[in-house]
């Protein structure tokens, strides 16, 4: 019998990514796609391990999903991340037509609700603050560890 996972299970998930993230020396945020109420993506940022500006959390499990279920869309699935994502991640969820986005921590400076939820699909639920504390807080300790 298959237990229904809460949001918060999902973004601890997240968070394990984004904990990797961490101790490769990467902005620590992570990501995972669950679908019919599992996981079948997972990533972390590697911009710099890959050299590559766009190795975003998002991104990385947005083609990881996309290659599990063979489909450019994803309406049926949620992308669970540990941070608001950028505009360019915001794009691409618009592209995959992700049917839902959940975030932790907000972004003031970078994340894409500083221009507006239309930068996502018009069928694109949205949710945030799940574990904010937890997210901002490995953000911070990140920030403070390469600062000193």
């Known amino acids: 019998m298959l237990h229904f996972r809460g949001d918060e299970y999902f973004m601890q998930e997240a968070l394990k990514e984004a904990q990797l993230a961490f101790e490769e020396g990467e902005i620590p945020v992570g990501a995972v796609i669950a679908c019919e109420n599992r996981i079948i993506a997972r990533g972390h940022n590697t911009t710099e391990k890959l050299l590559d500006v766009t190795a975003h959390a998002e991104i990385l499990s947005i083609t990881a999903a996309s290659n599990y279920l063979n489909s450019k869309y994803l309406p049926d699935c949620t992308l669970y991340v540990t941070l608001e994502p950028c505009n360019m991640c915001a794009g691409a969820i618009f592209w995959a037509q992700m049917g839902r986005l959940v975030y ?6 970078r994340g ?10 018009p069928k694109t639920t949205l949710e945030y603050g799940v574990l904010h504390e937890e997210c901002s807080q490995l953000l911070k300790e990140f920030f403070q560890k390469i600062r000193s």
């Not at 932790?104 to 400076?109: S, T």
């Not at 894409?112 to 699909?121: A, D, P, S, V």
């Open 112 to 121: 894409f609700m500083r221009i507006g939820k239309e930068l996502l699909h």
């Open 104 to 109: 932790g921590a907000g972004d003031e400076k």
